[in-house]
T-cell receptor, first 113, second 109 residues
Framework: DAGVTQSPTHLIKTRGQQVTLRCSPK?????VSWYQQALGQGPQFIFQ???????QRGNFPDRFSGHQFPNYSSELNVNALLLGDSALYLC????????????FGPGTRLTVL | AQRVTQPEKLLSVFKGAPVELKCNYS??????LFWYVQYSRQRLQLLLR??SRESIKGFTADLNKGETSFHLKKPFAQEEDSAMYYC???????????FGAGTTVTVRA
């Protein structure tokens, strides 16, 4: 089991563009959470998906949206990119019934120029 | 609102010396507390959680509800303990994690 996988590894975009990041959860997991980690900060919760629905959302604008597919994989979409969206985006997977033990992926480094 | 504070950004200790990483939290309710670790060029991974009451790699952490703290301790630091450590909290009825800003630990020979 490769654990949580994310693609792409790195991404460079310009202001105003849109980006899609992808995540495959650890085998057997059904819940995916997304976090944004700015340089020198801890990860900040964006949202969480279970049963293809957004279950919880952090303090992020509507420009951030997501999706979960029937195979439990997930996408994070960010529209109208701002310079401040430059960060490491982490995906974490877990088993809904087990609660909060989350396993993290390696992250996608997004740079907005 | 839930908040996690790690007052030390950097911590440097000698090999064999004790190490303590501080974590304070604010949460109105019964939180679940975690320590995550990130070694160089590796992904963030769970080190321990307070409900399991385990000692992992020689580290322990006790939840002190009176002081709202969850400090991480190890009596004898090793060079392989050099890493970034994050304290995290989740609420009793939600699954999101709130992280502190992290503490970089360097263990010197």
């Amino acid at each position: 089991d490769a654990g949580v996988t994310q693609s792409p590894t790195h991404l460079i975009k310009t202001r105003g563009q849109q980006v899609t990041l992808r995540c495959s959860p650890k085998s057997g997991h059904d819940t995916v959470s997304w976090y944004q980690q700015a340089l020198g900060q801890g990860p900040q919760f964006i949202f969480q998906y279970y049963e293809e629905e957004e279950r919880q959302r952090g303090n992020f604008p509507d420009r951030f949206s997501g999706h979960q597919f029937p195979n439990y994989s997930s996408e994070l979409n960010v529209n109208a990119l701002l310079l401040g969206d430059s960060a490491l985006y982490l995906c974490a997977s877990s088993l809904w019934v087990s609660g909060n033990e989350q396993f993290f992926g390696p992250g996608t480094r997004l740079t907005v120029l | 609102a839930q908040r996690v504070t790690q007052p030390e950004k950097l911590l440097s200790v000698f090999k064999g010396a004790p190490v303590e990483l501080k974590c304070n939290y604010s949460y109105s309710g019964s939180p679940e507390l975690f320590w995550y670790v990130q070694y160089s060029r590796q992904r963030l991974q769970l080190l321990l959680r307070h409900i399991s009451r385990e000692s992992i790699k020689g580290f322990t952490a006790d939840l002190n509800k009176g002081e709202t703290s969850f400090h991480l301790k190890k009596p004898f630091a090793q060079e392989e303990d050099s890493a970034m450590y994050y304290c995290a909290l989740s609420g009793s009825n939600d699954y999101k994690l709130s992280f502190g800003a992290g503490t970089t630990v360097t263990v010197r020979a």
